[in-house]
């Protein structure tokens, strides 16, 4: 059986090359390709009104959409934004992928394939709404040319053109051909936003019917004649080696074509289907040098955590003011220490990558967020230029951070498809290997102090993270002073008024790869900050909610008070609850809009913990898509309180424990609360939404388990704690 | 060779007996519409009928499916028209849909049952995964599917 040797040279690029958003910035040339060479057929039949807009003389729109839609609906709110400004038929606008190939040689004319942070519809409206209006200005003017009369005559709505001196009317498919020929206009004014008729209103998704049917192909589902199927074992200790393997031990099982060694992963190529593969990988007898980490644990981790806690000093996130005296005037104290686990994404789809190599192209097909950093990875892995590879756009079967930066897969695949030119290859990740070889939320450990004066106002506030860095080899320009910038919001960028702050950030990397979960920094930073100032409240006394409200009370804090008093509004803050059934509060900012929410729990006497509903609320600014934004506050709740209660990846021996949904638990239909969302956008700005709703939703659950027991909850998951009421 | 029914079309299949029902419709009989998630019978992505009653095919050897009827997503209807696919759409129920197809074939298999299902019956039958977290949103779709052939029943006399 042929034995693929590893190549000196890609193991150096695979070892200098972490992220795939990290190569793009090295690799890629701009323009290499004329543009005009480029025209494609479908321009022919459909002309293209600036580069986002195709109509057909049948009135068709489409639209083209750069990022990828993995759930959160941008694959229908990217063409609102255009279509807003077009003032086209929505009934006869779809969606398409614009190609990733046509962008690199157009000069990234898409702007950005990147899909992440929270930023398609927020970071994309400006230049799309432009294109649109900029589409309807060259419509109009290539009617009013055709009647030969000024433009100023003519007005676009509904897909026609009327000269409304004459009442003459020419649809969008008549004039496309035309439009097209015109320059496009540079700053064409945009619409007042009370003008909107499309933005704001609920649009049904375009990618939901064939969600329905099973129709949509997602990565995993690319079928393509001859195809071989791979399945791969990645060393379980993360930083360790291939020693061997005994390949002719799986030559005679069913369908093996070839075992493929990697430096730190072994991959085994069958015809057929993945079962022959992924059989064929479990009886492969494989020996791992485990490396340097191998004796690393959770308790080990936690241990050098706590040597950051106790470090004299540390770099500092934010000072204002002066601790010692207010600590020294203090009347009370109050100190705790809070934790959160590693966790991984588990994207519903797994790590999969089918990639086909020939002489002429690489072909790959990926669930990526970002199909450029897609072609930067497949170029140098395969090595060759960016312009000879194509990557198929599809939808993802989630995303949540996991395959942004980190695309190992695709690398991986084709690897793998070099070694057999003119073979597909289908590299599927086992459920085992996506938990094992995560890129994880990092561990956090952080002690917080507080003061308050003899009138139970808070005088003070101290906070030492201890934490791991997502950024710090992936992204070290966000590395300042030593301070993860992203690592210490929440923190550093809290709304809350202490007169006197002090915080720091002890950075602590361990071997264990971190990476951007859902909400990044926002999901255990919020944890520990909004339960701490529960505390605070309980401490001096006070409501929760109105404790809040007295620290944002400065205008910069006005639009989190609002959230805050609409969520607490609509949840009936004060109003009784039935016998046993507790609430918790908990608010927060992050990619640009405001969140809170109120949880109503209930423990019973064996510490058993119902949930019986969820009121979160949002002020994303503008919104493109009321529905869309419904559904990711819905979403982050599963995902948010799925953490909350049993996400926990623990490390033994240099490696994951945890291996699939058995104990890698998931929240499932039956332990849904009443979920009520509350969109209260205020305008005047794009605030993101994928990943703020996660925000406040620990806090809150947490903060209602204290109402209900008496119990603070300072480390999750909650499934480690006995919540019988003490 | 083992002799498969699945959608009403006979197929016979060259596979080693042990193979699961799942790689067998994804890859040998390209219908991949049903999802792997997990392989241990744990998120429901894989979810098939097999004489009606839903199976997570990801631990189903084909040799036990041989000789019965295999229902797929694909065979539920090809144009989305099936109520409970009608539903999903009413209340836009996907959000990635990865788990979708095997979330469906759940609520079909339930539905068969249990025409107006209660939320315990849901709770009990619907235990799949949804990593996006459309929970609310499916409760809320099998509700209206229910209430829909219910009324029409009613129509019917
Ligand atoms: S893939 Fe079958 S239950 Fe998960
Ligand atoms: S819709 Fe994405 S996993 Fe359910």
């Known amino acids: 059986m042929p034995m693929q040797q590893m190549s000196r040279r890609s193991f150096l690029l695979r070892s200098a090359a972490v992220g795939g958003g990290l190569l793009l910035e090295v690799t890629l040339p701009k323009s290499s390709v004329a543009e005009t060479e480029q025209a494609s057929a479908q321009a022919e039949t459909s002309p293209e009104v600036t580069a986002w807009v195709l109509i057909r003389p049948d009135d068709t729109i489409i639209i083209r959409v750069a990022r990828v839609e993995m759930g959160q609906g941008n694959f229908t709110g990217l063409p609102m934004l255009v279509a807003e400004e077009l003032a086209c038929d929505w009934s006869k606008v779809q969606a398409e992928y614009a190609s990733t190939s046509e962008h690199l040689r157009r000069n990234r004319i898409f702007q950005t394939m990147l899909t992440g942070g929270s930023r398609s519809i927020r970071d994309s409206q400006e230049y799309l709404r432009t294109a649109g209006a900029a589409a309807r200005l060259m419509l109009t003017t290539a009617a009013a040319q055709r009647w030969g009369v000024p433009v100023a005559e003519c007005v676009a709505e509904n897909s026609l053109i009327t000269h409304t001196p004459t009442q003459r009317q020419l649809s969008f498919g008549a004039v496309a051909a035309e439009a097209a020929t015109l320059d496009i206009p540079e700053n064409p004014p945009l619409k007042d936003p009370a003008a909107w008729t499309l933005l704001g209103q609920p649009a049904a998704r375009f990618d939901i019917p064939d969600k329905v049917t099973g129709k949509t192909a997602f990565a995993i589902d690319t079928r393509l004649p001859g195809m071989a199927y791979a399945s791969i074992a990645q060393c379980p200790v993360f930083g360790g080696s291939l020693k061997s393997v005994d390949a002719e031990k799986i030559a005679d099982m069913r369908g093996v074509v070839k075992v493929v060694p990697l430096e730190d992963a072994v991959v085994v190529v069958a015809k057929e289907s993945w079962w022959n593969a992924q059989q064929a990988i479990r009886a492969l007898p494989i020996e791992w040098d485990f490396g340097e980490h191998a004796h690393v644990s959770s308790d080990s981790i936690l241990e050098f955590l706590r040597e950051g806690i106790q470090l004299e000093k540390a770099p500092v996130s934010r000072h204002e003011g002066d601790i010692d005296s207010a600590f020294a005037s203090a009347a009370t104290m109050i100190e705790a220490d809070y934790y959160a686990p590693y966790l991984e994404h588990a994207t519903m789809e797994p790590q999969n990558c089918t990639a086909l190599y020939t002489d002429k192209r690489v072909d790959v097909w990926a669930p990526a967020q970002n199909s450029e950093a897609t072609a930067a990875v497949t170029a140098e892995t395969a090595d060759v230029p960016v312009s000879r590879v194509e990557v198929h756009k599809v939808h993802l079967g989630g995303g949540f951070g996991r395959r942004g930066l980190h695309i190992e897969f695709v690398r991986q695949a084709v690897r793998i498809a070099k070694t057999m030119p003119g073979t597909p290859v289908q590299l599927i990740w086992s459920r085992e290997e996506d938990i094992q070889h995560g890129r994880y939320r990092p561990v956090a450990l952080v002690r917080m102090r507080a003061a308050l004066n003899a009138a139970g106002e808070p005088t003070a506030w101290t906070v030492r993270q201890a934490e791991q860095s997502i950024f710090s080899e992936v992204r070290p320009h966000l590395i300042r002073d030593g301070v993860d910038i992203v690592g210490v919001r929440t923190f550093a960028d809290a709304p809350y008024t202490f007169p006197n702050m002090h915080m720091e950030y002890a950075m602590r990397n361990t071997h264990v790869p971190p990476g951007p979960w859902r909400a990044v920094a926002h999901t255990h930073n919020p944890f520990f900050r909004e339960s701490f100032i529960d505390e605070l409240a309980h401490a001096a006394g006070q409501d929760p909610y109105q404790f809040r409200r007295t620290l944002l009370q400065t205008p910069q804090a006005s639009k989190d008070l609002a959230i805050l008093d609409a969520v607490a509004e609509a949840a009936g803050w004060d109003s009784p609850l039935p016998e046993g059934v507790h609430r918790g509060i908990a608010v927060q900012d992050s990619y640009g809009s405001y969140t809170a929410a109120v949880i109503e729990a209930s423990v019973n006497g064996t510490g058993e913990l119902t949930l019986h509903r969820v009121v979160v609320g949002i002020d994303c600014g503008y919104v493109a898509n009321p529905d869309s934004v419904r559904a990711q506050l819905e979403g982050s709740v599963v995902y948010g309180l799925t953490a909350a209660l049993y996400g926990e990846i623990t490390i033994k021996e240099g490696r994951v424990e945890q291996s699939n949904f058995h104990d890698y638990r998931m929240m499932r239909i039956a332990e849904m609360p009443t979920v009520e969302v509350l969109l209260k956008p205020t305008g005047g700005f794009w605030g993101g939404v994928g990943e703020p709703g996660m925000a406040p939703l620990a806090p809150a659950l947490c903060n209602a388990i204290f109402a209900a027991t008496g119990k603070r909850i300072r480390s999750l998951p909650l499934k480690n704690h006995d919540l019988r009421p003490a | ?157």
């Open chain 2, 1 to 157: 060779m083992i002799s498969l029914t699945v959608n009403g079309t006979e197929h016979s299949v060259d596979v080693s007996s042990d193979m699961r029902l799942l790689w067998v419709l994804r890859d040998i009989l390209g219908l991949t519409g049903t999802k792997f998630g997990c392989g241990m019978s744990l998120c429901g992505a894989c979810t098939v009928h097999l004489d009606g009653e839903p199976v997570r095919s990801c631990v189903m050897p084909v040799s036990i499916a041989a000789g019965k009827k295999i229902t797929t997503i694909e065979g539920l209807s090809t144009d989305g028209s099936h109520p409970l696919q009608q539903a999903w759409v009413a209340h836009q129920v996907p959000q990635c849909g990865y788990c979708q197809t095997g979330m469906i074939m759940s609520a079909v298999a339930l539905l068969k049952k249990k025409p107006q299902p209660t939320d315990t019956d849901i709770n009990e039958a619907v235990t799949n995964i949804c990593r996006c977290g459309t929970y609310t949103r499916i409760r809320a779709a099998i509700h209206t599917a229910a209430e829909k052939s219910g009324s029409n029943n009613g129509m019917k006399g």
